[in-house]
């Protein structure tokens, strides 16, 4: 991890994700339903019937939509356990395994609850500082959100945007593989503003 000006640049091992997508005017709508199915798979719901820890960060990849009235594309995704790395079970029409690439992401964390208003003001912000350090191959595009809380912690929440470096130039450090945390598997979210 190399820390920059107001913001880290990290590079993430490639790692199978599940996930699921789905299209809307917002995040804060879609949610909730997009949790409750990954939540789902990991607590039994996949085709091999087996449980899985739940893990942090939960990630959401945003795809803006053309102009203001125009739907966006959100992939909200659960890191896989390393012990189910190898050969994770299908999920079935709704959850589908994401083999994720190395990537090196350029962030910056942020409090509170991650609502559209307050994500799209924390990535603009982010870019500009990225930008400002003169940074160019990024894929300004698009961008992921992650979040490393139930919704039930109302004080001292992670979140996180970050934004992929096009080519990746390795840092010096590599980020941590997301961890398990058990507890929140035991208490599905009802609605994870939480990112």
């Keep these: 991890m190399l820390c920059c000006q107001g913001f ?4 993430y091992p490639a790692r199978k994700w599940a996930a ?3 299209s809307g005017p917002e995040k ?4 909730s339903p997009m949790f409750r199915k990954l939540f789902n798979y990991i607590s039994g719901k996949n085709e091999l019937n087996i449980r899985m820890d739940m ?4 990630t959401t990849f945003i795809e803006p939509g053309a102009g203001p009235t125009c739907p966006s594309s959100f992939t909200m995704a659960f890191f896989i356990p390393e012990e189910h790395q190898s050969g994770p079970p299908a999920g079935g029409a709704e959850v589908f395994i994401e083999e994720r690439p190395e990537m090196t992401v350029f ?3 942020f ?6 208003e307050i994500v799209a003001k924390e990535a603009k ?3 500009e500082l990225i930008q400002k350090a003169g940074e160019t191959d990024v894929d300004f595009a698009h961008y992921y959100t992650a979040g490393y809380d139930p919704p039930f912690k109302p004080i001292g929440r992670r979140n996180e945007v970050w934004f992929v470096k096009k080519h990746s130039t390795t840092p010096s ?8 945390t058990p507890a929140s598997a035991s208490t599905p979210a009802s609605a994870p503003t939480q990112e």
């Design 173 to 180: 450090t590599q980020a941590p593989a997301p961890t398990p």
């Design 107 to 109: 962030t910056r964390r």
């Design 20 to 22: 699921t997508s789905m």
């Design 8 to 11: 880290e640049e990290r590079l």
């Design 125 to 127: 912000e982010l870019a």
């Design 28 to 31: 804060e709508s879609l949610a």
């Design 55 to 58: 893990t942090t960060p939960v």
């Design 111 to 116: 409090g509170g609850y991650a609502t559209d």
